[in-house]
């Protein structure tokens, strides 16, 4: 089916998938959840975080990359209206969307600021870096882009929530739980919306789940040294293979998206969902393989 004819079938479930997601979104303020009263004056002298350190280092990584997720809105605003256009329920979704995800950034980091929990000159540079630098996951067609956000949305929520459970205080640990409960109304906005791509159109959806769920990575690769906060991350288990099968590719995939009951597939989306099964599977194997020897694993794997 044509990009367009898809986003014009489309449109009416983005319609009603919006208006559900307005129905139970919840209006918060970042400024109210921030600990304003830990905050003190920087100084010339304060190159570096100074404040005693009040995080381990998977619990800083886990924030700082979080973040710096976050501050890469414009790129995420640029691929996402790009694939969806700015007309009708797409056009008022995207913008909304966009509202909601600029919070994020708002309140983690006046929480950085306000605790001092990460070096503040150095996620800064790092901010500059990645939004200069620009790299975000370009999907090649409407299908992979739902697919994909449909997916990253849950990882995001996943993370949060689990870097929340790192954080020693209520106040932080209050803004990932409310952070995450936004990621997750977003992510169920796109499965939803994937679902009925997959009813509309299987020929192209599934080949397209299939490339997104092969070469899937968590945010972040434009990140400086991602590699070593991925690794630090796992290895706290805020996001690992464990979680990316357990917790993201078997739920969407088979309870929500029923990948493995589709029939009357023609022979290559057929073999796309049989490849994909067989993935799904390997993944899983090896994300049990890998904690029976308790290795820290990363699952980032393009
Ligand atoms: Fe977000
Ligand atoms: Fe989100």
Partial sequence: MEEQGLLAELAPHAASLLERHLASAKEW??????????????TDDDEHDEAPPILDDAARSALFVNLLTEDNLPHYFRTIAGRFGTDDAWGVWVRRWTAEEGRHAIVLRDYLSVTRAVDLVALERARMSQVATGVVPEPPSVADALVYVSLQELATRISHHNTGRLLPDDAGR???????????LHHLFYRDLTAAALAIDPESVVPAIERQVRHFAMPGTGIPDFARHARTIASAGV???QVHHDQILVPVLFRHWRLDRVQGLRSSAERARERLLAHVERVGRLA???????????????
Avoid: S
Avoid at 29 to 42: E, I, T
Avoid at 174 to 184: F, L, P, S, T, W
């Fill in 288 to 302: 049990r393989r890998l904690v029976e020897r308790r290795i820290p694993n990363v699952a980032t794997y393009t």
């Fill in 239 to 241: 996001y690992d293979f």
């Fill in 29 to 42: 303020f970042p400024h109210k959840l921030v600990p304003w009263g830990r905050g003190r004056d920087f």
């Fill in 174 to 184: 209050g803004i990932m739980k409310r952070v995450a409960a936004d990621e997750n």
